[in-house]
Every structure is written in C-alpha cells, then in structure tokens.
C-alpha cells in the first residue's frame, strides 16, 4: 500500500529556517528516485528538488543555494531543510517519485512564509 506523509510545515518569517520530513512506503522509497514537489494558490505544481538512491541531488533554480534535500534509506524518510525562506516560498509542499508515476498523493504539508 502507498503511504507519503509529509510534516514539519508552518508559519516562519521571512530569513527563517524549517525542515520538512516525509515517510515513505519502503517498497516505494528503497528503489526510486525522490522528489520534493510545492504548489501554490493559483499556481501550477513544480518539482523544487529531487534526490537519487545514490545521493545526488537537483534543485530547481528559485531554490538553490538555499534548500538542501537529504533521504535516510534505512528509516525510508527524506528531509528537505528550507533556509532563508523568503514569502514566494509560500505553498503547500508533497513527496513524491521523480519522474511521478504513482496516481497518488499525499496531504501535504503547509509552509507559510510571512512577518
């Protein structure tokens, strides 16, 4: 069974610093490549980041220099640590594959960028 929970979203001025988490499916996570995806309010959803099993990682250019991506094969978790957070970082943030081939995604988690 499929299972993405994402946490750790918020409110956070702007400068400020959060770390989100998803659990994965392990059946799913052991074997892909992963991403973390962001939509907001009016906005089409985009890829900010993704990572490989092995480790290498890619981040879309709004983001880079400022998020780092990591996963913890053996807990089937991955983190996305967010600083310097500025209010266009506003959205709602989802895990999922990269490329996305799973019909499903998960509630996502709330990130709010705002004095």
């Known amino acids: 069974q499929v299972q993405l929970v994402e946490s750790g979203g918020g409110l956070v001025q702007p400068g400020g610093s959060l770390r989100l988490s998803c659990a994965a499916s392990g059946s799913i996570f052991s074997i892909n490549a992963m991403g973390w995806y962001r939509q907001a309010p009016g906005k089409e959803r985009e890829l900010v980041a993704r990572?490989?099993?092995?480790?290498?990682?890619n981040y879309a250019g709004s983001v880079k220099g400022r998020f780092a991506i990591s996963r913890d094969n053996a807990r089937s978790t991955m983190y996305l640590q967010m600083n310097s957070l500025r209010p266009e970082d506003t959205a709602i943030y989802y895990c999922n594959t990269y490329p996305l081939f799973l019909d499903y995604w998960g509630q996502g988690t709330q990130v709010t960028v705002s004095s």
């Open positions: 990572i490989t099993t092995a480790g290498d990682t």
